[in-house]
């Protein structure tokens, strides 16, 4: 929360007009939630391919990892709401994909108990598989067009993270292959 706090403060001392300051509230506050997701979704991985007290306690935290990073990308949406409504309407398709994932972004964080576990049964865990891997789509592409976009100031975001989050991916694959 402090860092996607600081990034909406750093944004507006940054920033020139209330339109650059909203842009940059809304990248830099993605910046801030996209390590807290990494370390939610790796931690199971991580422990897999190599147990050790690091490990284990990125795996017994894992719930409030994931909780930390609702929060800090509730912080995003805020940003993101100020620049779409203020100054960058976005297109429908983009408005609906984004969408769905803060509907499963809340959907798993009301669900991330123990009741709702043993309530949901196998659909608890359906959700949060399917909510972890759409929210990881998301940042991909998100990251992945910016290689390539038009503007050269985004390419390096790009270039640098939608590897790291293909890195993931691979590291998760990996440890579902690992025996024991």
């Not at 339109?19 to 997701?37: E, G, I, K, M, Y």
């Not at 123990?114 to 309530?119: E, K, V």
């Not at 590291?171 to 025996?179: G, N």
């Amino acid at each position: 929360m402090t860092a996607g706090l600081v990034a909406v403060g750093a944004a507006l001392l940054a920033g020139q007009g209330a339109s650059q300051q909203a842009l940059l509230a809304a990248r830099w506050t993605a910046r801030t939630a996209a390590p807290v997701f990494l370390i939610a979704y790796l931690a199971s991985s991580l422990w897999r391919l190599r147990r050790g007290p690091l490990t284990t306690a990125l795996l017994k935290r894992r719930r409030q990892w994931g909780l930390g990073f609702v929060l800090a990308h509730s912080i995003h949406l805020a940003a993101l709401l100020v620049n779409i409504v203020a100054f960058r309407p976005r297109p429908v398709s983009t408005l609906v994909g984004g969408g769905l994932a803060y509907v499963l972004i809340y959907l798993m964080a009301l669900t991330s108990n123990d009741a709702s576990q043993r309530l949901l049964g196998r659909w608890w865990k359906w959700l949060h598989r399917i909510g972890i891997h759409y929210i990881w789509l998301i940042f991909t592409i998100s990251y992945a067009s910016r290689a390539f976009h038009a503007d050269p100031t985004y390419h390096v975001e790009g270039r640098l993270l939608a590897p790291l989050f293909l890195a993931a991916l691979a590291a998760r694959l990996y440890a579902r292959r690992k025996p024991g």
